[in-house]
């Protein structure tokens, strides 16, 4: 055996001892011998050093890993074993050059029906310890999918149902998510400035259509969202986006559709003539920069906003006439304590579709009729 050290095998001789070898049933004494052999190559680190060099650019043919592939169907490894790989793999950390090898190697791999449910059986109920945990956590940071790679998740997710146990598993690990403060800094950061395409927000839409949440659900988002201040950015951008979305007639009929006009606002319309319209919500909605008055009178341009006593306690109410002077409309205050006294309504009211009162500033009528 001393002379065979060192020597190399031809591509002949190999074939050679493959054709010998076919078909030939190794006695299980010779297999613990075998064995035992490899055991003690593999705890020589010059053997590994050359074993792993012989085979650096080595590409097995299809029809090896088929053969591959069917010696391996059926084999358990030990716990014992597995142990062992677990350990030799410890601290083991690929160069960026392997890492592209095996992201090229499975680049285009389908794994089978077959293979994916021994995968998911064999990871049932395994859980990672928490320092496996913190290094996945590690190798994710920083790490963006091309474009490319998020199309192939979103196909592959396309049409897939989480069964119940599974969704409520992805419910409680989000939880627990959800409490660490390094999370949910991680994520903020994450999607600032991210804009949701046009096509993604109509998924959302479409998705949560019909969606009705829970008390206990109202009830937590409200909790969470109590004592929580936006900053000066934050709220600036929300009004942004507010009045952007008000200036789409679509979204305010959307939004206003099932608005009906509340018991004071009927009484008020029953003092108004045909002319007048409610706009507050439902089919006539009258949008004006943001904001939606309860009554318009398209032909004299004049509108009517009627003020509940408590809702609009403190406002001035001649910050929101002269708000809607500007977009060129004239517009009257009535206080829902005034419907009480219907005749100095009715004569308020008669003044101001005569344009005959004002507040001295050019807006209309505005005073509490007392």
Not at 91 to 116: C, F, N, Q, W
Not at 179 to 203: C, I
Not at 289 to 315: A, R
């Amino acid at each position: 055996m001393r002379g065979m050290t060192g020597k190399k095998h031809t591509e002949a001789s190999k074939r050679k001892n493959a054709e010998t070898h076919k078909g030939m049933v190794v006695s299980e004494e010779t297999e613990n011998k075998r064995s035992e052999a490899a055991k003690r190559k593999w705890q020589d680190p010059q053997y590994r050093k050359k074993l792993s060099e012989a085979h650096k650019g080595k590409v097995h043919s299809e029809e090896t890993r088929k053969k591959m592939g069917k010696a391996r169907k059926g084999h358990i490894t030990s716990e014992e074993t597995k142990r062992k790989i677990s350990e030799a793999h410890k601290g083991m950390v690929h160069s960026a050059e392997s890492r592209k090898k095996i992201g090229e190697a499975g680049k285009g791999r389908v794994v089978s029906e077959e293979t994916r449910k021994k995968i998911s059986k064999g990871n049932k109920g395994k859980v990672h310890s928490d320092e496996a945990k913190k290094k996945i956590s590690e190798g994710g940071k920083g790490r963006v999918h091309s474009e490319e790679t998020r199309k192939k998740i979103g196909e592959v997710q396309k049409g897939k149902i989480l069964s119940k146990e599974h969704r409520k598993k992805k419910s409680i690990a989000m939880k627990r998510k959800w409490q660490d403060p390094q999370y949910k800094k991680n994520l903020s950061e994450t999607f600032k400035g991210h804009v949701v395409s046009e096509e993604t927000r109509k998924k959302l839409s479409k998705a949560n259509t019909g969606k009705v949440m829970s008390e206990e659900a109202r009830k937590k988002i409200s909790e969470a969202g109590k004592g929580r201040v936006a900053s000066e950015e934050t709220r600036k951008k929300l009004r942004i986006v507010s009045k952007r979305r008000w200036q789409d007639r679509e979204y305010v009929k959307k939004v206003t559709r099932h608005i009906c006009p509340n018991k004071s606002e009927v009484e008020l319309g029953t003092y108004l003539s045909e002319d007048w319209l409610f706009t507050g919500g439902g089919e006539n909605v009258h949008n004006i920069d943001g904001k939606l008055p309860d009554f318009t009178n398209y032909g004299t341009k004049q509108l009517i906003e009627l003020f509940g006593d408590h809702w609009h306690q403190g406002e001035d109410p001649k910050e929101h006439v002269w708000f809607f002077e500007r977009q060129g409309w004239d517009c009257l205050i009535v206080w829902e304590s005034e419907l009480k006294n219907r005749n100095k309504l009715k004569s308020k009211l008669d003044k101001f579709s005569n344009n005959e009162a004002t507040d001295g500033k050019g807006g209309t009528v505005v005073g509490v009729v007392k």
